[in-house]
Nanobody, 130 residues
């Protein structure tokens, strides 16, 4: 059984930073496209960032470009999202996710779609105060 767990969320003032982490049991991250998503109240889940299996390529939503950095450490079966210059509109529950198709083609430009990801964490709340 796959279990993915996020951590690192919390309350931060606008302009601050947070680093989210994700680990998993029952799933090896190596060779898998990984991603971060978020969902604010009353809004659809939004793809924030994704990373290729080898970690060399990344893709960001416009809202995250230049402020967020996705990274991975397969040796620890870990995924990270470093968030800086946080804004109140970044307030949401953040989810890590893994594709189920090992060896899938990674795009650095295509929208990050939740339908492409089969494994999900339970989410961690990020609240940015103004």
């Amino acid at each position: 059984q796959v279990q993915m767990v996020e951590s690192g969320g919390g309350l931060v003032q606008a302009g601050g930073s947070l680093r989210l982490s994700c680990t998993a049991s029952g799933l090896t991250f190596r060779g898998v496209i990984m991603g971060w998503f978020r969902q604010a109240p009353g809004k659809e889940r939004e793809g924030v960032a994704s990373i290729s299996p080898d970690g060399d390529d990344t893709n960001y939503a416009d809202s995250a470009e230049g402020r967020f950095t996705i990274s991975r450490y397969d040796g620890k079966n870990a995924l990270y999202l470093q968030m800086t210059s946080l804004k109140p509109e970044d307030t949401a529950v953040y989810y890590c996710a893994a594709r189920t198709d090992r060896g899938g083609i990674f795009s650095i430009t295509a929208p990050i779609k939740s339908a492409d990801f089969g494994y999900w964490g339970q989410g961690t709340q990020v609240t940015v105060s103004s």
